[in-house]
């Protein structure tokens, strides 16, 4: 069965920190790559992360290299965002979502996504 819920988004002024969590089933975190999205208002959804659940290879966009890390819990099976010096620029909504995928690259392209819910990040200046 395939489950994922996000949770940890809020609001926080610019520099500060947040950590999502994406919580799954079995199923869902044995699909192999688990990455994050984000969608800003007006904007197409992005990948900006992505995590390879066996071996722990990771792979950022460049507007987050640096400042976020994505790690994973194989005993909780939960992904995590831990985001810093956070910028108005990254206010969206932020999505986890795992595929079954030879490359774990956070990119829509042809990969069949499961998604969550999504859960608010707000940045202020």
């Known amino acids: 069965q395939v489950q994922l819920v996000e949770s940890g988004g809020g609001s926080v002024q610019a520099g500060g920190s947040l950590r999502l969590s994406c919580a799954v089933s079995?199923?869902?975190?044995?699909?192999?790559?688990m990455a994050w999205f984000r969608r800003a208002p007006g904007k197409e959804r992005e990948g900006i992360a992505s995590?390879?659940?066996?071996?722990?290879?990771?792979y950022y966009v460049d507007s987050v290299k640096e400042r976020f890390i994505i790690s994973r819990d194989g005993r909780k099976l939960t992904m995590y965002l831990q985001m810093n010096g956070l910028e108005p620029e990254d206010s969206a909504m932020y999505y986890c979502?795992?595929?079954?995928?030879?490359?774990?690259?956070?990119?829509?392209?042809?990969?069949?996504?499961?998604w969550g819910q999504g859960t608010q990040v707000t940045v202020s200046s």
């Open positions: 979502a795992a595929a079954s995928v030879s490359v774990c690259r956070p990119e829509r392209g042809a990969t069949s996504w499961y």
């Open positions: 995590i390879q659940t066996y071996t722990g290879d990771t």
């Open positions: 079995t199923y869902t975190y044995t699909r192999g790559c």
